[in-house]
């Protein structure tokens, strides 16, 4: 229903029922040609349609409404064809807020999909379904506006990167404590990605996002690094490293001077019970001249006892030709550290006996003792008669 409404126009076509002149209507059935470039108003009775539209793609109208100082009230608007902006009042019924939008900017395009919604402050729904062609360009909001989406794998979220000191990134919070950050930064070349604890990076400097101790996850041009912050209020120390050549290094950080730390644990579960056998292994893998990943070297830890009370550990050392080799072995008695080489089983220390300044016979004595332990530690092998 259009009441007291006024009608501008530029030129109406002849197809249109018009002189294809600027013109100007002052009443119902009756057209006044005018100068170009020329404006005019009248005030329409009320219709019960209005159709206004071009003749084709050469042509174009823009109907403007008026109800005297007031806002023009719509019973239906179709906004399909080659409709590319709407401002003014939309009903909710009829799909708009039903709120004058002097402060609110509403856009609409057929040929992208796009929306635009601008305000000082406003907040932007999107629901799961429907919404792809709305997340196809990129979105800005600002620190004042909220961004509330739920995405499938079908949606791009495109968040900006940190510049200079700006700290851009997606935060993860309750609402009143930021606890974690992820953030994306590029700059002299170098690429970079933040997975933080507690922390965020401006562009420059760390900086807290609470007061409590934090880390952090590094993905850049040089490969891995894990970052611990050790105070809530410290620099950030490096705890761990993988290089793009695939180079690992561990740095422990404490206050020991006078005592070895532990600097790397290497712990195997089982969800049985453990025997005789149960351990781990350290392999080492070469490319020969053939042929990749052979394998050059192990390193066994296991339980010689594996009874809680009386257990034994065992650590044996292999080398590789075209068979694994043992080339050396240590093993815990109960009471003393006993050893084997070159593929012998371990033993204790082994004591010699005799007399190195008597008899003969008592030189001969001591010498095959001292046979008999070096062959039991398994360096010489005893053939002597």
Known sequence: MLTNATLFTDKLPRAKGGTGLNGLLTGPGFLKQISAGSTFTVAL???????????????????????????????????????????????????????????????????????????ASSTLTIPATGTAALLGTAQTFSADNVFSATLDARQLLRVFNTSGSTGYGLRFGDGSTDIGAFQSLDSGGTSAFFFSANRHFDGTNWQQLNARVGSSLLLNNNGLNFFAFLAASSAPVTAFTVNMAGLMSTYLSDAATNAASLAIANRHSTSGTPAVGFGSITRVFLDSSTTADQTASDDYVLWATATHASRKARRSLYIYDTAQREWLRGEASGTAAMIGMLGAAAVVRQNITGVTTGTLAQLQAAVRNLLTGLANLGPITDSTT
């Open 45 to 119: 009775p009320t219709f019960g349609e209005i159709n206004f539209g071009a003749a084709s793609g050469a042509e174009s109208a823009v109907l403007h409404l008026h109800t005297g100082t007031g806002t023009a009230t719509f019973d239906s608007i179709d906004l399909t064809g080659a409709l590319s902006a709407l401002s003014g009042v939309l009903t909710a019924a009829h799909g708009g807020t039903g709120v004058n939008n002097s402060t609110r900017t509403l856009t609409v395009s057929t040929n992208g999909g796009t929306l635009a919604f601008s305000a």
